[in-house]
């Protein structure tokens, strides 16, 4: 691995001398990259999963489930977040040395909320597909519609100069 | 920018508002009295007294009003209707009306691309035997 600071261009160029002659002598691309892979010092996954809340360490406010109402927990997550400030205020007016633990259960507040959002991504991205699926059966349909409806004018046509021919 | 987005905007600003709310109000409180064992602080308020309490009642509106945005685009999320697998399914129930009517629409090309080249057939043909009768005299 070239760590100069304009690194040379990797020499494996010169194995596809005679790619144009015969494409098989130069060796095949590699395969696509498996599990984790390590990319300018960074380790990054390929299977990119949202991290649960206790894989982060913070505890989730929601309860878990298979299906979870999500405007429900959102709306209650919000009533949750505004209490917390209006407790937050009132520690720092009456016993302001405490208000590191307040700030934490807002900050907990927020964590939930995001990952709340975050975990309606994939349903989102399922009803796009599902969408656009749809709206391609629609256009192909109108497609087979209209490549029908030329053809057979074209025969109708046809036809008609066959009968003029004949007449004539 | 599509409802998700929104609502993490929405989230985000609530969160800038309360901090900004708390650092103003922070930074402008004028000296409280702790114990009566000190002497009263020196009455110097900065920030007039009226104007603190005006901003203060300011932002919380503004605090209560993007909390009340949150509810207002928290209702405008669409229906979740079924689950995961319910949503898989029609993925799949789509896939394949997709392939039919690709299918079909590959034949119906097809046809028409044999017809269009008997017909250019037809027609050179048509075009040739005009040429050759009508020979230049």
Redesign the interface.
Known sequence: MATATYPPPPPYYRLYKDYLQNPKSAPEPPPPIEGTYICFGGSYTTDDVLPSLEDQGVRQLYPKG??ID??KE??SL?RE??LH?LE??DV?VERPSQYARRVEE?SLI?KN??HL?NS?????A??T??HI??L??QR??E??ED??R??EE?QRL?KESLATLDGQ | M?I?SQ??EQ?NS??AL?FNT?GTL?RDAPPVRLSPNYPEPPPNPTEDPPNLAEQAKVMSAA??KA?KQ??VL??A??P?EG??EA??R??AE??A??DA??Q??QK??E??EK?LKQ?QELFSQAADNCLNLKKPD
């Open positions: 298979p299906n999500f405007k959102l709306r919000n977040l505004l400030i937050l205020a720092l807002v927020f909320l995001h959002l309606l991504r994939p349903h989102q399922r009803s597909l599902i699926l749809e391609q059966i192909r349909r497609a087979l490549i029908k030329r053809r074209a046809l | 599509d998700i609502l993490q989230v609530i969160a309360a708390f922070q605090l209560v909390a949150f509810d928290v209702a999320l669409p979740s689950g995961e949503q898989l029609r993925i789509l896939q009306e997709n009517v690709g079909e629409l119906q090309l046809a028409a017809e017909v």
